[in-house]
């Protein structure tokens, strides 16, 4: 099969697996009040899935303006970049560090003297993820921030391109998921990145349909 012909799985697989993938693995995500209290070994499956899982879906948003050009379509890259960066060293943290270390408390059979280093990470104010914080953690919100930021531009771009109305602003609408629920746990993850995912499915088959049509001179 020729790169050309498997192109179109391809950008399947990246632009609805991926997101779809990871809206999948967030129903799942834990919500944590007590950390020591945490279903620690689903915790630490879901943060390792989502680590190459937000990187992939970062580059999934980019995806959707792949050859487009124009103002909105550079800040959906930019933007989609910053979140993948962002989102990645965030959850590594707060989400993986934690929940390496709530196992270990566990483990050595006295976990309360283990609460300490485990709150320093988790109220730090920039890696951190607790929501009970004064201000929330600065790259969990600069994340959530620029998934939005890229989206709205995305969905500008793809309306530009002539794109229908309907996933331009499902795009738009879904990616405050996060931003309103202040959560990539359910509902707020899997809002957001499963909009996403429907929205590049709808997208490819749009672009698919006008490409036969142009293809068939009997159209």
Do not use: N
């Not at 997101?19 to 620690?40: G, T, Y």
């Not at 915790?43 to 948003?61: D, M, T």
């Not at 738009?172 to 909009?195: D, E, M, N, R, V």
């Amino acid at each position: 099969m020729s790169l050309g012909k498997r192109r179109p799985m391809l950008e399947i697989v990246l632009l609805v697996g991926a997101p779809l993938l990871l809206a999948a693995v967030e129903i799942c995500h834990p919500h944590p009040h007590d950390l020591l209290k945490l279903d620690v070994q689903t915790w630490l499956v879901v943060h390792y899935a989502q680590i190459p899982l937000f990187a992939l879906s970062g580059l999934a948003l980019a995806g959707l303006v792949r050859g487009v050009a124009g103002f909105a379509a550079a800040v959906c890259r930019v933007a989609a970049f910053v979140f993948a960066v962002g989102y990645t060293a965030f959850d590594t943290a707060a989400g993986v560090v934690t929940g390496i270390l709530v196992k270990a408390a566990h483990a050595s059979g006295a976990p309360d003297a283990w609460r300490a280093p485990i709150d320093a990470v988790w109220t730090h104010p920039i890696m951190g993820g607790s929501p009970s914080m004064p201000t929330p953690p600065v790259l969990a919100v600069l994340g959530s921030v620029a998934w939005s930021v890229g989206a709205v531009a995305a969905a500008v771009s793809l309306k530009r391109e002539g794109r229908s109305w309907a996933p331009v602003l499902l795009l738009a609408a879904s990616s405050f998921g996060i931003g309103i629920f202040k959560t990539h746990a359910w509902p707020g993850g899997p809002l957001t990145f499963g909009g996403m995912a429907i929205v590049a499915g709808w997208v490819l088959w749009e672009r698919a349909r006008e490409a036969k049509v142009g293809r068939d001179p009997q159209q």
